[in-house]
């Protein structure tokens, strides 16, 4: 298994564990899931943010290993293209994990656009 593959496996798993967080600063019990939606709906700060950073990680995941798939699949891209690409993505979404629950908004856009050209290099990369 290639790194990029090990990244894809690390992209899915970051909304989980930004999930996890955001239950635990919350303080999300058994009585909450629940109705977890009026819970979310209440929640504050760090918590909120964190839960935000956990939907936004399921929105950019199918781009990324999409993306990573292709770029292996062409045959065009060299692999050390493709982990550098799949590795500094994983970075920018750690990167903007932390910017997010830290209420700083401009360096979690700028994150997030770097993400999205790691997610662009990798397509040009199987051209």
């Known amino acids: ?37 009026e819970f979310w709906a209440r929640a504050q700060g760090k918590a909120a943010r964190a839960n935000a950073a956990q939907q936004n990680g399921y929105e950019v995941f199918a781009p990324f290993a999409a993306a990573v798939i292709i770029a292996h699949c062409t045959g065009h891209a060299a692999q050390l293209t493709i982990n550098c690409w799949s590795s500094l993505f994983i970075l920018s979404r750690i990167g903007y994990f932390l910017m997010y629950i830290n209420d700083k908004a401009f360096a979690r856009s700028c994150l997030w656009g770097f993400g999205i050209i790691c997610i662009l290099a990798l397509y040009i990369a199987a051209i």
Do not use: E, S
């Not at 690390?10 to 996890?20: E, K, N, V, Y």
């Not at 600063?25 to 009585?31: D, N």
């Open 1 to 37: 298994m290639t790194l990029a593959y090990w990244c894809v496996l690390f992209a899915m798993l970051l909304p989980w564990i930004a999930a996890f967080y955001a239950k635990k600063y919350a303080g999300f019990t058994a009585t909450d899931n629940h109705n977890p939606r």
